[in-house]
């Protein structure tokens, strides 16, 4: 197993600023499943999934979350890194304001 294997979640999460699950698999996930989604207030929808467990994918169904006002969810997703793919678990991050300039 090569050390990048092992330090690459520590790597991610310290890039994402903030403690995040993360791992690395030589296969690509397959595509998205489509979700169903209906409004509902104050819930906020959490995309489902591909997990990879041993040599299988599995789907993990998406899920409502109770919104937090002042924070906003930055959804999980698959990273290609060269040969590999990377899972970076989605966060709840501080919305911030800012100025856009031209």
Known sequence: MRLYKIF????IAGMAGCATRAYVVADAPPPP???VV???P???WIHGHWE????RWTWRDGRYERERPGYVY???RWQHNGREHVWVD????RRTTGVVRR
């Open 90 to 93: 989605g966060a709840w991050r």
């Open 42 to 44: 104050g819930q906020v």
């Open 52 to 55: 990879r467990h041993g040599s």
């Open 74 to 76: 930055m959804e999980g």
């Open 38 to 40: 209906a409004f509902r």
């Open 33 to 35: 499943r489509e979700e």
């Open 8 to 11: 690459a979640p520590l790597l």
